[in-house]
Every structure is written in structure tokens, then in C-alpha cells.
């Protein structure tokens, strides 16, 4: 298994731009989660997802679009990057059944607002 | 609201030293689970341990220890004899949902040869 991965690794935008950061699982897993991680603090979450054709916002949303359209892809949406969102964003996924907590984090992607 | 608290912004200590570092949790909640995950220079996150709110047994993983302490809503990670490649950022983390955490802002280890 590939366990979460992300797409792409490196990200360099300009204010105003678009941009979809790719995010999935082989794992079969319900439940999917992006956070996002700043400069000295820990992660936060943006948005989250219970199963396909659900999704629900968490912590910090504002600015992020998500839909899961599958249980593999959960794509997190920048509809006009600006500075603030300069962040490290992780990709997250974990089992609704046997152990419903244990989450598995993808590598990260390091988005860059010009 | 949940919220964790790791007070604990840097420490630095020199190889073969024991460490403890801190973190204390709020939540309403009676059913949860605990995480510590460390963060190495390269970016990762590394998931060390998780813990639910029922079990507050101690736990002991190699030079690993942690400290579940429920009177105090604590959850201590102690690293023993310590070494150079445990240098790293560590979070711990607080889960009443699957799938959202609450993480603590981090606790930036070096270890000094």
C-alpha cells in the first residue's frame, strides 16, 4: 500500500491564483482530513470528511473548498491564494471502524503565496 | 472546545540525558484518545503512541516512556538516555472525533552530542 500520498510536494503561487492540492488513500479509509501547519505551531484543521459525498469544515475553512467524491480522493481547493495561506498543508486519513483514531498522515505540501 | 497545551516551547539537552516533555488537554468530552507524533527535520509526521481516556496505564517503548495522568489531564512523553537523532519538533494531540484533532503547538527537542 502507498498509504496517503499528496500532490504536489512544492507549490509557489501568486496572490489571487487557483489551485487544487491532490490528496489520497488506498487504504479504504472513511474518514479524511486535511490540516494545514505554520511557522512554530501545530496542525489545524481546515476541513474534513466522514465518507464520500460528506464533508464538513473544522477549525480554519476559510478560503478552502473540498468535496470527496470517492472514498480514494479528497482534493482541497485554494479558489484565490493570498500571503496568509503560506503554510505546510497534510493530508490525513483513518479507519471508521477498528480503530477510528489512528490516523495516517501523507508527506505534506509546501504552498507558497507570492 | 478541546485545546492542548505543550508549555514547553524549546528544550535542549545534552546526549544520554533524560527529558520529559509536558502536555496537559482539555476536554468536556469522556471518551477521547491521545497522541504523540514526532516531526523530524525532514517534515514527516511520525505517529509514536496513542492512548484512549480509559486506559491510564503507563506506557514504556523502548527508551520511550509516557504518563497518563486523568486527575491531572496530563500525558507526559519522557525519552531516556537520550540521543542525538531524537532531535526533532513533538506534538501531542487530542481526538474526541475521528478524524479531528486538536494538536498542541510543539516542543522543539535538540539534542547535543
Known amino acids: 500500500n502507498a498509504g496517503v500520498t499528496q500532490t504536489p510536494k512544492f507549490q509557489v503561487l501568486k496572490t489571487g491564483q487557483s489551485m487544487t492540492l491532490q490528496c489520497a488513500q488506498d487504504?479504504?479509509?472513511?474518514?479524511m482530513s486535511w490540516y494545514r501547519q505554520d511557522p512554530g505551531m501545530g496542525l489545524r484543521l481546515i476541513h474534513y470528511?466522514?465518507?464520500?459525498?460528506?464533508?464538513d469544515q473544522g477549525e480554519v475553512p476559510n478560503g478552502y473548498n473540498v468535496s470527496r467524491s470517492t472514498t480514494e480522493d479528497f482534493p482541497l481547493r485554494l479558489l484565490s491564494a493570498a500571503p496568509s495561506q503560506t503554510s505546510v498543508y497534510f493530508c490525513?486519513?483513518?479507519?471508521?471502524?477498528?480503530?477510528?483514531?489512528?490516523?495516517?498522515f501523507g508527506p505534506g505540501t509546501r504552498l507558497t503565496v507570492t | 472546545a478541546q485545546k492542548v497545551t505543550q508549555a514547553q516551547t524549546e528544550i535542549s539537552v545534552v546526549e544520554k540525558e533524560d527529558v520529559t516533555l509536558d502536555c496537559v488537554y482539555e476536554?468536556?468530552?469522556?471518551?477521547?484518545?491521545l497522541f504523540w507524533y514526532k516531526q523530524p527535520p525532514s517534515g514527516e509526521l511520525v505517529f509514536l503512541i496513542r492512548?484512549?481516556?480509559?486506559?491510564?496505564q503507563n506506557e514504556i517503548s523502548g527508551r520511550y516512556s509516557w504518563n497518563f495522568q486523568k486527575s491531572t489531564s496530563s500525558f507526559n512523553f519522557t525519552i531516556t538516555a537520550s540521543q542525538v537523532v531524537d532531535s526533532a519538533v513533538y506534538f501531542c494531540?487530542?481526538?474526541?472525533?475521528?478524524?479531528?484533532?486538536?494538536f498542541g503547538d510543539g516542543t522543539t527537542l535538540t539534542v547535543k552530542p
Open positions: 487504504m479504504n479509509h472513511e474518514y
Open positions: 492512548r484512549n481516556s480509559f486506559d491510564e
Open positions: 476536554t468536556r468530552d469522556t471518551t477521547y484518545y
Open positions: 494531540a487530542l481526538d474526541t472525533n475521528a478524524g479531528k484533532s486538536t
Open positions: 490525513a486519513s483513518s479507519d471508521g471502524g477498528r480503530s477510528p483514531y489512528e490516523q495516517y
Open positions: 470528511s466522514v465518507g464520500a459525498g460528506i464533508t
